[in-house]
């Protein structure tokens, strides 16, 4: 039998996804299942990206230039304008999700054996990219006690070594919710220009902030232009998680031309999911405040509801749409999986996804899980009073 290789083995599996045997399981039973576990946006996409594909006027469904429609990348840069983001459509490079951008950027600054630091716990598949990449994840541990705020500089400084190549952030954060403020990016900053690092951006939920807060993002920062990466997608921000559309937006040329060099090698984004996302920008600023008003309110109630039940933790996130929660049990792994396998209130149940695969340090969020508020507050409402009385059960 030919045989799989190290790599391959080593990919982990999504801690998202683990459980859907069990939740189709549950599901072919009758359960109704409630989803926590995972990011998708019950939010109409803007009526303007499905307008546009149906008035399509295309003979051929061609490849487009591999870094996407000109069109496309001219508009991104006057949207990143409206953020005090000056950038030029030739910093912009149009990825199939924010997934590929993170691909191209691992693929473009890393050789295998160089590391990234990262703030954990973070986004699970960073984990899956760095190891495709073939690239060590250096974890700089936050925590739940002070709402996952930056760790401080000194502790990002005694991890880096000669084969430390970047930083990567998720701002606001996912699984956390965290918004680094302005002081942290420029402490953030400094480090990496010190240290001559990268400093690469997940910026997907941008939009996505509360409490009349504001998002600082490190294309702002004037000193950065040849360290700063950020990696883009419309799949939160419009809804379009199924368009597989992002970007990767730099002013390092060097990075840009080698970033192309992988877009090249895959063609070209897929061209329909170019045409709504390029029109997704024509949405009105009152889609973005709808949106935002909808996240913030659901996670009111649910943040309120999670610290009514006995023995819960959870910070207050101060954007995207994910909070990590400590829950009263040993194991969240294996209570995720009893959710689904044996237990039910009238036959409905909840799906989380279990906090330990967002950790790459062993033993980190084994009594957590994370939840994403992207259902309607009736509905998030049911699914907390599930989840209350799984705990009492389970905890019997
Ligand atoms: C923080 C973060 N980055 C990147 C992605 C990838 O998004 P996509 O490939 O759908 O653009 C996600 C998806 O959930 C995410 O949460």
């Given at each position: 039998?030919?045989?799989?290789?190290r790599?391959?083995?080593?990919?982990?599996?999504?801690?998202?996804?683990?459980?859907?045997?069990?939740?189709?399981?549950?599901?072919?039973a009758?359960?109704?299942?409630?989803?926590?576990?995972?990011?998708?946006?019950?939010?109409?996409?803007?009526?303007?990206?499905?307008?546009?594909v149906?008035?399509h006027?295309?003979?051929?469904?061609a490849?487009?230039?591999?870094?996407?429609?000109?069109s496309f990348?001219?508009k991104?840069?006057?949207?990143?304008?409206?953020?005090?983001?000056?950038?030029?459509?030739?910093?912009?490079?149009?990825?199939?999700?924010?997934?590929?951008?993170?691909?191209?950027?691992?693929?473009?600054?890393?050789?295998?054996?160089?590391?990234?630091i990262?703030?954990?716990?973070?986004?699970?598949?960073y984990?899956?990219?760095s190891?495709?990449?073939?690239?060590?994840?250096v974890p700089?541990?936050?925590t739940?006690?002070?709402?996952f705020?930056?760790?401080?500089?000194?502790?990002?400084?005694?991890?880096?070594?000669?084969?430390t190549?970047?930083i990567?952030?998720?701002?606001?954060?996912?699984?956390?919710?965290?918004?680094?403020?302005?002081?942290?990016?420029?402490?953030?900053?400094?480090?990496a220009?010190?240290?001559?690092?990268?400093?690469?951006?997940d910026?997907?939920?941008?939009?996505?902030?509360?409490?009349?807060?504001?998002?600082?993002?490190?294309?702002?920062?004037?000193?950065?232009?040849?360290?700063?990466?950020?990696?883009?997608?419309?799949?939160?921000?419009?809804?379009?998680?199924?368009?597989r559309?992002?970007?990767m937006?730099?002013?390092?040329?060097?990075?840009?031309?080698?970033?192309?060099?992988?877009a090249?090698a895959?063609?070209?984004?897929?061209?329909?999911?170019?045409?709504?996302s390029?029109?997704?920008?024509?949405?009105?600023?009152?889609y973005?405040?709808?949106?935002?008003?909808?996240?913030?309110?659901?996670?009111?109630?649910?943040?309120?509801?999670?610290?009514?039940?006995?023995?819960?933790k959870?910070?207050?996130?101060?954007?995207?749409?994910?909070?990590?929660?400590?829950?009263?049990v040993?194991d969240?792994?294996?209570?995720?999986?009893?959710?689904?396998?044996?237990f039910?209130?009238n036959?409905q149940?909840?799906?989380?996804?279990?906090?330990?695969?967002?950790?790459?340090?062993?033993?980190?969020?084994?009594?957590?899980?994370?939840?994403?508020?992207?259902?309607?507050?009736?509905?998030?409402?049911?699914?907390?009073?599930?989840?209350?009385?799984?705990?009492?059960?389970?905890?019997?």
């Amino acid at each position: 039998m030919p045989i799989i290789s190290r790599k391959g083995k080593a990919m982990p599996e999504s801690p998202i996804r683990k459980l859907v045997p069990f939740a189709e399981k549950a599901a072919k039973a009758g359960k109704h299942i409630y989803h926590l576990n995972i990011g998708q946006p019950d939010i109409k996409t803007p009526i303007e990206a499905m307008e546009a594909v149906k008035n399509h006027t295309l003979d051929v469904l061609a490849y487009s230039h591999s870094a996407g429609f000109e069109s496309f990348r001219e508009k991104l840069a006057g949207y990143y304008a409206k953020h005090d983001i000056t950038i030029s459509s030739d910093d912009i490079l149009i990825t199939t999700g924010g997934s590929e951008a993170l691909i191209f950027t691992m693929g473009s600054i890393t050789d295998p054996g160089d590391e990234i630091i990262v703030p954990e716990p973070f986004y699970a598949n960073y984990y899956s990219f760095s190891t495709q990449s073939t690239v060590k994840v250096v974890p700089v541990i936050s925590t739940l006690e002070n709402g996952f705020a930056l760790p401080a500089i000194e502790q990002f400084e005694k991890l880096i070594t000669d084969k430390t190549k970047a930083i990567l952030i998720c701002n606001p954060g996912n699984p956390t919710g965290y918004l680094y403020s302005k002081e942290e990016i420029k402490q953030l900053a400094k480090l990496a220009i010190k240290y001559d690092l990268f400093l690469i951006s997940d910026e997907v939920y941008r939009e996505f902030v509360y409490d009349d807060k504001e998002h600082y993002s490190i294309l702002q920062e004037k000193d950065l232009n040849d360290h700063a990466i950020v990696v883009d997608s419309v799949s939160k921000r419009y809804s379009m998680c199924g368009a597989r559309i992002g970007c990767m937006v730099s002013k390092n040329k060097s990075v840009m031309e080698t970033a192309m060099k992988f877009a090249q090698a895959r063609l070209s984004p897929p061209t329909f999911a170019q045409i709504a996302s390029e029109a997704a920008l024509e949405a009105p600023d009152s889609y973005y405040k709808d949106t935002v008003a909808k996240y913030k309110s659901r996670r009111d109630t649910l943040v309120s509801g999670l610290r009514k039940i006995p023995g819960v933790k959870v910070a207050m996130p101060k954007g995207a749409f994910y909070c990590i929660a400590e829950l009263p049990v040993k194991d969240a792994d294996h209570f995720a999986e009893w959710l689904l396998d044996k237990f039910d209130v009238n036959n409905q149940t909840v799906m989380v996804a279990p906090a330990s695969g967002f950790y790459s340090s062993p033993n980190k969020g084994g009594n957590q899980v994370r939840i994403a508020y992207v259902l309607n507050r009736r509905d998030l409402t049911k699914a907390i009073e599930i989840l209350r009385l799984a705990l009492e059960k389970y905890n019997a």
